[in-house]
């Protein structure tokens, strides 16, 4: 694979290609998901339900963080590396800025962010500093308790038009990347058509840029209930790498997610 970077997946919008993403959070699991030819990786806060036990990312901390992005940024190979940065570390500008500037030391290439409208000046503050940002909108799973649960997102026709507006204003702020969770297929089409950078979806159907799932989910070890749009790739292959590999190959021939996947 060559070295991935936000011009790749632009180039891959521009042609209409799609691409694979997965988490991963240490360097066996980012290795072989490079090998896989998963373009890109994502320690996400996620690895406080999935590594640590939690029942929400909420609990994990800068440092938890910065630990795994080291882990994975050593074997991730040409895949590029998205890093999430944890819960309220937007308190502050300050904060906002330190705490990215920690990833980005550790080895991140992209900061993911949860926030609405309101992370503009932040992500306009990170971008000219030479952070990359990906703006998280839908189901953001850092204000479950503030959202009721772990709910589709976008169902009403205000709350779509409320998502598709503050994707156009992040994108404005500087967003490189939209990461979409949870909502309708037609509002994840909505918002692809509507913005010129990336959109990658999870639970967002088929008609955006790019799919990104828990590696845990495709393995097929979920704990609980298993959301709609996750697919068990282990079902039909041999070994991990297979399953791997089975993920990035559906996805780069839009065969997942399919219909049973959408919301
Ligand atoms: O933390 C994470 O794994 C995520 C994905 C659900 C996209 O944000």
Redesign the pocket.
């Known amino acids: 694979m060559k070295t991935v970077t936000l011009s790749t997946l632009q180039a891959y919008k521009r042609a209409g290609e799609t691409f694979s993403c997965l988490?991963a959070y240490d360097a066996t699991f980012a290795r072989v998901a490079n090998e896989a030819g998963i373009e890109v990786l994502?320690v996400?806060?996620?690895l406080g339900m999935v590594l640590q036990g939690h029942p929400s990312?909420l609990p994990v901390t800068l440092d938890d963080i910065v630990y795994h992005t080291r882990c994975v940024a050593r074997t991730k190979g040409a895949s590029l590396l998205m890093v999430?940065l944890p819960f309220m570390s937007n308190t502050t500008m300050e904060r906002l800025l330190d705490d990215a500037g920690a990833l980005m030391r550790a080895g991140a290439e992209l900061v993911?962010v949860e926030g609405e409208a309101w992370m503009a000046d932040g992500i306009r503050e990170l971008t000219r500093r030479g952070v990359p940002v990906c703006a998280?909108l839908g189901l953001t799973?850092q204000t479950v308790y503030q959202l009721g649960g772990y709910k589709v997102q976008g169902r009403e026709a205000e709350r779509a038009e409320q998502i598709l507006n503050d994707a156009r204003t992040l994108v404005e702020a500087g967003a490189s990347v939209i990461?979409l969770?949870c909502v309708p297929a037609s509002l994840g089409r909505a918002i692809s058509q509507a913005v010129s950078v990336p959109v990658i979806g999870?639970g967002a159907g088929a008609d955006v840029d790019g799919q990104?799932l828990?590696m845990h989910d495709i393995l097929g070890i979920t704990h609980g209930r298993v959301p709609r749009f996750v697919k068990n790739f282990m079902a039909e292959a041999d070994d991990i790498q297979g399953a791997f590999k089975a993920f990035h190959e559906e996805v780069k021939t839009r065969r997942f997610p399919a219909e049973e996947h959408t919301f």
């Open positions: 988490t994502l996400g806060d996620s990312t999430d993911k998280h799973p990461l969770e999870i990104i828990v």
